[in-house]
Nanobody, 114 residues
Framework: QVQLVESGGGSVQAGGSLSLSCTASGPGVSTMRLAWFRQAPGKERELVAHIDRSGTITYYIDPVKGRFTISRDNGKNMVYLQMNSLKPEDTAVYYC???????WGQGTQVTVSS
C-alpha cells in the first residue's frame, strides 16, 4: 500500500521561502514518477511540478519556473518542493501525488501574505 505524507507548509510573507517534504512509502514507489499539485480556494487542483524516478528529469508549470525546485531522495523515500520568491498567488493546499495513480497525500497548507 502506497502512503504519502506531506509536511513543511506554513505562512510566509511574499518573497519568502518554504520547503515542503513528502514521505512516499510503499512497494515500488522509488520507481514511480512523483508530483506536487496544489489547490487554491475556489479553484481546481493543478499540477505544480513532477520528477522522474531517477530524479534527473523534471517539469514545472510556467508560473513557478525559476522559483520552485522539485527533488527526491529514493534512499529516504522522500520528495521535496523548495519554494522561493513566494507570491500571494502561490497560496494553496499542496499535495504530493504518485503520477497517474489514485495515490494522494492529505495536503499541507501554504499561505503567502502580501
Amino acid at each position: 500500500q502506497v502512503q504519502l505524507v506531506e509536511s513543511g507548509g506554513g505562512s510566509v510573507q511574499a518573497g519568502g521561502s518554504l520547503s515542503l517534504s513528502c514521505t512516499a512509502s510503499g512497494p515500488g514507489v522509488s520507481t514511480m514518477r512523483l508530483a506536487w499539485f496544489r489547490q487554491a480556494p475556489g479553484k481546481e487542483r493543478e499540477l505544480v511540478a513532477h520528477i522522474d524516478r531517477s530524479g534527473t528529469i523534471t517539469y514545472y508549470i510556467d508560473p513557478v519556473k525559476g522559483r520552485f525546485t522539485i527533488s527526491r531522495d529514493n534512499g529516504k523515500n522522500m520528495v521535496y518542493l523548495q519554494m522561493n520568491s513566494l507570491k500571494p498567488e502561490d497560496t494553496a493546499v499542496y499535495y504530493c501525488h504518485v503520477w497517474n495513480s489514485a495515490y494522494w497525500g492529505q495536503g499541507t497548507q501554504v499561505t503567502v501574505s502580501s
